[in-house]
C-alpha cells in the first residue's frame, strides 16, 4: 500500500505542478481549440474523458454517500486525475492497510459475507 500512496502523491503533485502551469501560462479556449481542431486531438480528448468515467464508475460505487459520490465525480470531470489522485489518496488513508477496504468501500462487509453464505 505505500507504493500506492507514494504514485497517488507524485500524481497529486505532477497534476497541480501542470495545472498551475496550464492556468497561468495558457489560454484554455485558444488552447483548447487549437487542440479540438487536431483529429488526435480529438482522439485524446475521447480517451481521457472515457477514463474519467470508467474512474468515476468507481468511486460511484465505492461511496456510501451519493451525494459525496456526485462531489468526487464533478471534481473528475472539472480537475481530471488531480481529483483522482486525491480521491485515492483518501481512500488509501481511509482503508488503513486493507485492499479490500480501498477497492469495496462501504461494500466490502455486505460482500465478505455474501461469500459466506
Known amino acids: 500500500m505505500k507504493v500506492a500512496k507514494v504514485i497517488a502523491w507524485l500524481g497529486a503533485i505532477a497534476m497541480t ?6 492556468f497561468f501560462n495558457g489560454n484554455f479556449f485558444a488552447d483548447g481549440s487549437i487542440l479540438l481542431s487536431n483529429p488526435w486531438g480529438i482522439v485524446s480528448m475521447v480517451d481521457l474523458y472515457t477514463g474519467f468515467a470508467l474512474f468515476s464508475l468507481w468511486i460511484v460505487f465505492r461511496e456510501r454517500n451519493k451525494w459525496t459520490a456526485a462531489v468526487w465525480v ?9 481529483a483522482g489522485s486525491v480521491y485515492v489518496l483518501v481512500a488509501l488513508y481511509k482503508s488503513k492497510g486493507s485492499w479490500l477496504d480501498f477497492y469495496l468501500g462501504h461494500h466490502k462487509a455486505r460482500l465478505i459475507e455474501k461469500a459466506k453464505e
Open 17 to 22: 505542478a501542470a495545472l498551475y502551469h496550464g
Open 74 to 82: 464533478v471534481l473528475m470531470m472539472v480537475l481530471g486525475f488531480f
